[in-house]
Each structure stands twice: as structure tokens, then as C-alpha cells.
């Protein structure tokens, strides 16, 4: 498995600088991480490390290769749950995720339902939540098919963080052969599930790995709050059982840190350096 680093290391810096610090550490590859359809002010004026989906992809996979980067994913994380708009990441978004990654020669792109934000999506019903999810999730999974890139479901929702909720996605969609999960350790076990347990039911759905580790603080947050962005502490210093997933998906080729702090990052990497990593 290929240790890789998040693309947000820095708050209020561009791309190049995220990408340099990355290499700097010692990485060898990293994710195309926040993005944006169109134009961004944020990067325009150079206090954002945004990558436009309308952008030349020969451009991006440049600015990785300049820094000896290989792009594992793009992330095109969505809200699934609420309605439809112009002004949410959602099913447009995600298939231009997945045309950015094809032409890349990136081979998955991760996405997931989210967290309700709107009235409406909050009182749907379980049932109502697998079809509103799969119905945004369709097209993307059928383009990317046809391109050759596997969509990534990630726990990052109450629906993705659950085996029950993942299991509906992937059965309401048929089950089709390019639609696989990005393993979180942090996200699975903060929605309540148990990341062993997650990842041994979709070991061979298993792609990518998103790493983190959270402390017991987090333990009263359980079943009430799906997925954090990073995790504040090192892998191995906290109550997930990282060492037992790793040995279920030590095969995987290439995984994510997700981890705040420079030191934090530096000690995850050696954990799972010594856990077998490269």
C-alpha cells in the first residue's frame, strides 16, 4: 500500500505550495482534493488550493508530475440528501469529477451523500434516502463505466457510514462492476460502525483508504456525527483499531492521510510504515 497525503495541508494556500509540501514530507502521491466547477476567486487571487473541473487536465496532472506526485483520486464529495441546485456539489459535479479523471488517466473518483442540510432531507426516511442518494449516483456511475473509472462510495454520511446503508446503494445501482468504496477508518467509526467490520464486508469493494484516528473524546459524537475532514491526532495514538484494518487491506495499492499537523502526519506515516506500508 502507497502512503499519500490530502492536498490541504496549509489553510489560505494555493495548489503549488500544498503539492511541494507534500513531496517535501516525503510523499509519493497525493488527491486531487478540493475542487469547484468553473472559476474560483479563492484561487484566482492565490488563497485556495482549488482545482476547477472545467480546467485543462493536462494542466492538473502537471502541476503533480512537477513535484513527482502521482494523483490516486479525485475527490468529488457530494449533498446527495437535499435537493437538487445550482449551488450544490452534486450529480453535475461528480461527472465532471469523473471526465477530469479519465482524462488524467486517474482511475477513481470518490464521492459520498453527505449530511442534510435542508428540512426536507433531514425527515427523509431510510428508504427515501437510498433512492435520492442511487438517482444522483446513477448517470456518474454509467459515464464513468464508459471511461473506465470506478466511482468510490466513502462513509461520509449516515447512510455510506453504515454497512446496511452502504449495501442499499450498491444494490438500488445494480451492483455495477466500476462502483466500489473508499475505505474511512474515522468517518465509519465516528457514524457508529465498526471499521473491521467494514472492511471486511467490502474488502473486495475496497480501492482506496482514507486514513484517521480519533480519540475518546469523540465517543459521545458516535452515531451522531457522519464524517470529519481530517483527524487532530497521529494514527496508533487514539481508539480505532487501524493496525487490524490494515492487515484486512494491506492489498489496497494506494491510500490518503487525512491527518492535521505536520508531526502528525510524519508519525502516521511511520505507523503505518511499520505496519507494512511503503
Not at 26 to 49: I, K, M, Q, W
Request: charged residues 25%; proline residues 4%; glycine residues 10%.
Amino acid at each position: 500500500m502507497k502512503v499519500g497525503c490530502f492536498a490541504l495541508v496549509d489553510p489560505f494556500q494555493v495548489l503549488d505550495h500544498q503539492l511541494k509540501r507534500i513531496a517535501d514530507m516525503g510523499f509519493s502521491c497525493a488527491d486531487v482534493t478540493d475542487n469547484h466547477p468553473g472559476g474560483s476567486l479563492g484561487r484566482e487571487y492565490g488563497f485556495a488550493a482549488t482545482v476547477s473541473l472545467d480546467d485543462n487536465p493536462h494542466d492538473v496532472k502537471k502541476a503533480f508530475d512537477k513535484h513527482g506526485l502521482t494523483i490516486t483520486t479525485v475527490c468529488a464529495h457530494a449533498s446527495l440528501l437535499d435537493p437538487s441546485a445550482p449551488s450544490r456539489y452534486g450529480t453535475n459535479e461528480i461527472m465532471k469529477a469523473v471526465k477530469l479523471a479519465a482524462l488524467m488517466d486517474v482511475h477513481h473518483v470518490v464521492t459520498s451523500e453527505g449530511e442534510a442540510s435542508t428540512e426536507w432531507g433531514e425527515k427523509l426516511s431510510f428508504e427515501q434516502q437510498v433512492f435520492t442518494t442511487s438517482e444522483k449516483l446513477y448517470e456518474p456511475a454509467r459515464l464513468a463505466g464508459d471511461l473506465g473509472v470506478s466511482i468510490l462510495l466513502e462513509p461520509h454520511g449516515p447512510l455510506t457510514d453504515t454497512i446496511k446503508g452502504m449495501q442499499a446503494i450498491f444494490d438500488t445501482l445494480g451492483n455495477p462492476d466500476n462502483l466500489g468504496v473508499n475505505m474511512d477508518t474515522g468517518n465509519s467509526w465516528l457514524g457508529g460502525s465498526d471499521p473491521v467490520e467494514f472492511a471486511k464486508t467490502f474488502k473486495d469493494k475496497i480501492w482506496h483508504v482514507h486514513w484517521k484516528d480519533l480519540s475518546s473524546d469523540y465517543e459521545e459524537m458516535r452515531g451522531k456525527m457522519f464524517g470529519c475532514g481530517f483527524s487532530p491526532i497521529a494514527l496508533g495514538d487514539g481508539v480505532i483499531d487501524i493496525a487490524s484494518v490494515f492487515e484486512i487491506l494491506k492489498d489496497v495499492e494506494y491510500c490518503t492521510l487525512e491527518i492535521g499537523g505536520d508531526e502528525n502526519l510524519k508519525k502516521s506515516y511511520e505507523y503505518l510504515k511499520s505496519l507494512g506500508a511503503e
